[in-house]
């Protein structure tokens, strides 16, 4: 009987902690309808090394976020570890998470400007003669750290 209690308790504790988590990443993170990075697929950054819009037919959900992948193929790869392809803080610009302020700020993103940095995930914003990669790339090791610190203060 302990045994089962045990049980049931441990997964009171998972559901409670996913739904929380879940629940804060739908309210800080940058989707549209719950979709992350505008509909396109988080793999092919790595894969193809380009922006490729994903389709809605093949999609997954990663504690709460929904992902779009222009193939079966990409989506298996996002479930294997979907830690490894998703956007670095939450999907906003990485540049204005490491650069306003003393907490950072969230700011909308181009997804067809991004970099790689330390095998994650980085978009920008890329407006009005105003792309954010281009300034990132000036002090990418400053700008990352304290957009680090900031994310964090952000999701916990």
């Known amino acids: 009987m302990k045994k089962l209690v045990l049980v049931a308790f441990i997964a ?5 902690t996913f739904a929380q988590t879940a629940a ?11 979709v992350a990075i505008q509909g ?14 994903g389709k809605s037919t093949i999609a997954s959900t990663y504690e709460g976020v929904i992902y ?5 193929a990409d989506k298996d ?3 294997k570890t979907p830690t490894q392809y998703e956007p670095q803080y939450g999907g906003w610009c990485s540049y204005a ?20 940095v330390d095998g994650k ?3 920008f914003y890329n407006a009005y003669f105003n792309n954010t990669l281009k300034s990132w790339n000036k002090d990418e090791t400053k700008l990352k750290t304290k957009a680090d610190i900031n994310w964090k203060k952000i999701i916990k």
């Open 40 to 53: 396109y697929d988080p793999v092919a950054y790595f894969t193809q090394k380009k922006a490729v819009k």
């Open 121 to 123: 995930l980085n978009l």
């Open 68 to 72: 779009y992948f222009a193939t079966q």
């Open 97 to 116: 998470m490491g650069n306003n302020g003393p907490n950072g700020e969230k700011v909308e993103i181009d997804p067809e400007t991004f970099k790689i």
């Open 77 to 79: 790869l996002f479930l």
């Open 12 to 16: 009171l504790l998972s559901t409670t």
């Open 24 to 34: 804060k990443r739908i309210s800080e993170y940058n989707l549209e309808k719950k």
